[in-house]
């Protein structure tokens, strides 16, 4: 009689029973051994500073983790004996873990087959086990169980539907952080309410309809964006923002205030002018708001204007 291909013993049982779904999303430790006669240590997740994060349905590289964390409880420790069939990718997902763990400049990011035959993957022992597989131990610890409703899903595990559902979920908490005056968590929702747009746009066809309909749900995210940019007092990302939506809406008085008010800080007092100056065109009623802010402007040249002539004079002194 043939041997099983995954062997489970119990370490430490679990405390409950848990009701695994597709888009489950599991947290765990895992080590892995050899199952030589001295049990050598692979990989520790401990050692890599997380624990593992796996969400089932999602076609992992190492299948054989989804089957065998179903098979147990939460909080059980249990050792899996794995036939070597099983683990043939085990070495691809190892080398990755391991390079998420290094600087940047230190990691091997290529693994063709042109580079795997000539380099190997980086590492001596999972050079060994690509080139003679062997049964894996792993040492399970279910930490955390989350149903699909329970937690923040990554992009990458939305739906189109769950994507443009998200949008308006994401504006609206980016809007309570502002109100809080936290501008940079109101930065990070509005710019991933963006990135979901722009994904979807991507599926769409430009200028079509639907793709006309997902730009405009872009503009007042890159409107409040670019608000927040300005508290921060990144005058750049405003003028980009700003000037993304004046493409879209070249009379948009937001953008041009905004536009305009980050010109000044980047000191680009022409390009402040020229907008200040649309905006009033577009809007009279803000003449009065918009001067204010010209006199402001005309204030800082003439303190630059005296601050560049008596280094100029420094400087003609010193050299005489």
């Not at 997740?45 to 983790?65: A, D, H, N, Q, Y």
């Not at 879209?248 to 800080?265: Q, Y």
Request: hydrophobic share 35%.
């Amino acid at each position: 009689m043939s041997e099983p291909p995954i062997k489970k013993k119990i370490l430490h049982a679990g405390s409950k029973k848990v009701d695994f779904k597709p888009g489950c999303k599991l947290e765990f430790h895992f080590i892995t051994k050899l199952t030589d006669d001295e049990g050598t240590v692979l990989d520790d997740s401990r050692k890599m500073g997380k624990p593992m994060e796996l969400i089932l349905g999602k076609k992992f590289k190492l299948e054989v983790w989804e089957t065998i964390v179903q098979l147990m409880s939460l909080h059980e420790v249990s050792s899996f004996t794995v036939d070597k069939s099983l683990v043939l990718q085990y070495p691809f997902v190892a080398k990755a873990l391991r390079d998420m763990g290094k600087p940047p400049d230190a990691k091997r990011h290529h693994c063709c087959g042109v580079t795997l035959q000539n380099e190997g993957l980086g590492y001596e022992d999972l050079n060994k086990l690509v080139k003679d597989p062997v049964d894996l131990e792993f040492i399970i610890e279910l930490l955390k169980v989350e149903a699909p409703d329970e937690y923040k899903k990554e992009s990458w595990q939305m739906s189109e539907k769950e994507k443009l559902e998200n949008v308006p979920k994401l504006r609206e908490e980016g809007n309570n952080y502002y109100k809080e005056e936290k501008f940079n968590e109101a930065c990070e929702s509005y710019t991933l309410a963006l990135g979901l747009i722009e994904q979807l746009m991507l599926k769409e066809k430009p200028r079509d309809t639907e793709w006309l309909e997902l730009q405009e749900l872009k503009i007042p995210l890159l409107l409040n964006l670019s608000q927040c940019k300005l508290k921060l007092g990144e005058y750049y990302p405003v003028i980009e923002h700003c000037s993304t939506v004046l493409g879209v809406h070249p009379d948009n008085e937001k953008a041009l205030f905004r536009r305009a008010k980050a010109h000044i800080g980047a000191w680009n007092p022409s390009e402040a002018r020229a907008d200040f100056k649309k905006l009033v065109e577009l809007n009279p009623k803000l003449e009065k708001s918009v001067s204010q802010e010209l006199k402001v402007l005309e204030d800082l040249i003439r303190q630059r204007n005296i601050e560049d002539r008596a280094k100029l004079s420094g400087k003609m002194f010193c050299g005489s």
